[in-house]
T-cell receptor, first 115, second 112 residues
Framework: GAVVSQHPSRVICKSGTSVKIECRSLDFQATTMFWYRQFPKQSLMLMAT?????????EQGVEKDKFLINHASLTLSTLTVTSAHPEDSSFYICSAVSLEGNTIYFGEGSWLTVV | GENVEQHPSTLSVQEGDSAVIKCTYS??????FPWYKQELGKRPQLIIDIRSNVGEKKDQRIAVTLNKTAKHFSLHITETQPEDSAVYFCAANPSGTYKYIFGTGTRLKVLA
């Protein structure tokens, strides 16, 4: 089946720094990708919709200047957490839409720890 | 926007018994309802889904039922096994979008 890869799988960064997480669709083109955040023992919360070639659409309550999303190609979306704080520590998961199969595939997720 | 509620938050069953998890949604325009199984620290895995034009779907030990009028859908797992232990999430997909709005999750424990 289709594969969506995320990198890095785990990252530790210092408070105040920025960290970038990549989401790649490996064998299909994805005009739309989604970014979710999952705190421990909680559900997946949709953060934003990433659209290739245009600005991301953010869900209510998600700071677009803090969580920068870039979808420069049909196979890559990036999420940059700027000026990270310990409360940003979470599991971040992307998903990508395969238009051919009208199916959504999830990445493996990225653990972010801000110290 | 869409809102999905899921119950129960935790569920313990004896091996071999059945487990039922229920979800309700608010947006009557939602037309696709997947269920995911997630193990700790891993990505969600799609286990079954149902579209709004179908009332029930079954895949071996797993079944999903949908009541559009009441706007609720349920996951049924029969003959549970220890490896079924995980967190299960329902989701609703508003019509015309690829957004998934997830329920709050159910931690299922199957006791051997």
């Amino acid at each position: 089946g289709a594969v969506v890869s995320q990198h890095p799988s785990r990252v530790i960064c210092k408070s105040g720094t920025s960290v970038k997480i990549e989401c790649r669709s490996l064998d299909f083109q994805a005009t739309t990708m989604f970014w979710y955040r999952q705190f421990p023992k909680q559900s997946l919360m949709l953060m934003a919709t990433s659209n290739e070639g245009s600005k991301a659409t953010y869900e209510q309550g998600v700071e677009k200047d803090k969580f920068l999303i870039n979808h420069a190609s049909l196979t890559l979306s990036t999420l940059t957490v700027t000026s990270a704080h310990p409360e940003d520590s979470s599991f971040y998961i992307c998903s990508a839409v395969s238009l051919e199969g009208n199916t959504i595939y999830f990445g493996e997720g990225s653990w972010l720890t801000v110290v | 926007g869409e809102n999905v509620e899921q119950h129960p938050s935790t569920l313990s069953v004896q091996e071999g018994d059945s487990a039922v998890i229920k979800c309700t949604y608010s947006d009557s325009a939602s037309n696709y309802f997947p269920w995911y199984k997630q193990e700790l620290g891993k990505r969600p895995q799609l286990i079954i889904d149902i579209r709004s034009n179908v009332g029930e779907k079954k895949d071996q030990r797993i079944a999903v039922t949908l009541n559009k009028t009441a706007k609720h859908f349920s996951l049924h797992i029969t003959e549970t096994q220890p490896e079924d232990s995980a967190v299960y999430f329902c989701a609703a997909n508003p019509s015309g979008t690829y957004k998934y709005i997830f329920g709050t999750g159910t931690r299922l424990k199957v006791l051997a």
